[in-house]
């Protein structure tokens, strides 16, 4: 009964396979229970000792509840993380204050929840015989699995007293970051004032960024790729024709989110001394900027989205375990392209895309590709490609799949925006790539790989000319000098800037980057 009712609150508290680890965490107070103790007084130590370490995951697993059902988000989201580096005592009544009600009822079902696991260990009494040869032997390897859990670090961080020693220390890096990322925005918001930009057309303008994360080009059925995954956007492309520009030698110089962000929007000198920011920029020429995303990232919140004018974070659970489709985003997108508040609108929406886990990226049931053996399998088995990572790929064109669906949508709905007097652009590509089975049995994240850096990027003008479009598809594209194609669909115009690292401009002054892994063409 006990072990039932921790595991109840722990099904709720968490979701999937933790649930099962933070069980095995817990077991050896269960094991425990169970071993014969001859002694009146160790029986009393062994009872307070079980309950304490039991309602050390009662009340890890309350707070989780409680943050779930009143914000649904997880403990260690920017959401709360935020708030909580945000707050102090005086907030912290007022919010009390506020919310007793909950408050009182939470405290209640604790007391409540702690009485019965105070009831349950006391129903262990002392036993004088030994257990038999199996039951000690069963005891033994439950308790050796449950140390080997706690030698994995991955398990072990899930122990409430680790994970909650780390969010403390969390919120307090967070509080002493705050003040050195909000005078380093101050800072760039400053040297974009002092570059005094300018916007070089006067009809009313709106460009759309739309940033996503881990897809790799060579999964795209738009560049080729055997499996169905872009129908959505070959239907634009057919009403578009050459308007909508596919690059198609576009790479990313970082395999993981933060450096290509940071890269990106820093037009590939982050860490030069008079560096800017293309949101900075735009803000500074007269641009509204939005900042629309699915990640719930701390980092790429305080250095990259609190520059916007307005920012919209819909994702309020961390990590690879959030289930958060990207379509959320849409109504935001079309609550920005609908503001009237300014003629010049500049609108970031950071997809989730087929970040890692991939099952995650899409509706559950909606997998098709898992019902038959299509030739991507045959070839990926000749290849000798293993059972999981056929699997796996087949997840992560599912979740390529959906994600074309919402790109799709947001280039309509920055289509349905365009008028003959104004000028709209809508710009998409990815952070980074993802290694799928393409080279050797491996799935995810790869700096050692070409796969890690191969994305797409396609970019579309309402009044493009197919000419320079034809022209700009067959050239190679490095993600880091995005900045400078945004740029120039802007039509921001300052002092130092390097029109040789736009895409569309000519002349186009190509340079290719040093990469991790080895690239035999970046034109291929």
Known sequence: MLGC???????????????????????????????????????????ILVWAWIMLFVVDAGVRIYLMDAYGAAPDSALVLGAMANTNWREGSEYLSMHWRSAALFATVFVAV????WYLTGKSTRQLSAPGRGSQALCLVLVLFCLLAYTSKPWRRLYPVVFWVQWSQSVQMLQKSWLNQQQGREQMLARATAAKPVVGRE???????????????????????????????????????????????AWSVDASTLPAVRNL?????????????????????GYKVWWISNHDDVAIEQQHARLADVTQMVNKTPGRSTASLDEEMLDELHTALSDSSSER??????????????????PKGQNPFDDDVDAVDVQMEKNGRAAWVRHLREEYD??????????????????????????????????????????????????????????????????????????????????????????????????????GRNVLAHPYHWEAPRLPAAVSSFTD
């Open 398 to 499: 599912s979740a390529l799949l959906y994600h074309d669906s919402v790109v799709s949508k947001m280039l309509q709905l920055t289509r349905d925006v365009a008028k003959p007097q104004n000028h709209v652009a809508w710009m998409y590509l990815s952070d980074h790539g993802q290694e799928v089975g393409h080279v050797g049995n491996h799935v995810g994240h790869s700096p050692g790989t070409a796969g890690g850096y191969r994305i797409p990027a396609i970019v579309w003008q309402a009044n493009a000319l197919s000419s320079v479009s034809e022209e700009v598809a067959k050239r190679p594209f490095r993600s880091d000098w995005a900045a400078w194609t945004l740029a120039d669909l802007l039509a921001l115009k300052w002092q130092g800037q390097a029109v």
């Open 114 to 117: 702690a009485a019965a696991v």
């Open 5 to 47: 009712t921790t595991l109840f609150l722990l099904v709720l508290g968490h979701e999937g396979r933790r649930v099962a680890q933070l069980f095995v965490l817990m077991a050896p107070a269960l094991v425990w229970l169970s071993w014969p103790v001859r002694s009146a007084a160790w029986l009393r130590a062994r009872r």
């Open 203 to 249: 009809e009313p303008s709106t460009v759309v960024l739309v940033l996503t994360e881990s897809i790799n080009r060579d999964n795209l059925s738009l560049y080729g790729y055997g499996r169905m995954t872009n129908p959505g956007l070959r239907v634009h492309q057919q009403q578009l024709g050459e308007q909508l520009t596919v690059l198609r030698n």
């Open 345 to 362: 609108k500049f609108v970031i929406v950071h997809m989730l895309g087929a970040h890692p886990h991939y099952r995650l990226r899409f």
């Open 265 to 285: 929007f820093s037009f590939g000198a982050p860490d030069a001394v008079d560096s800017q920011h293309l949101v900075s920029l735009a803000r500074a020429a």
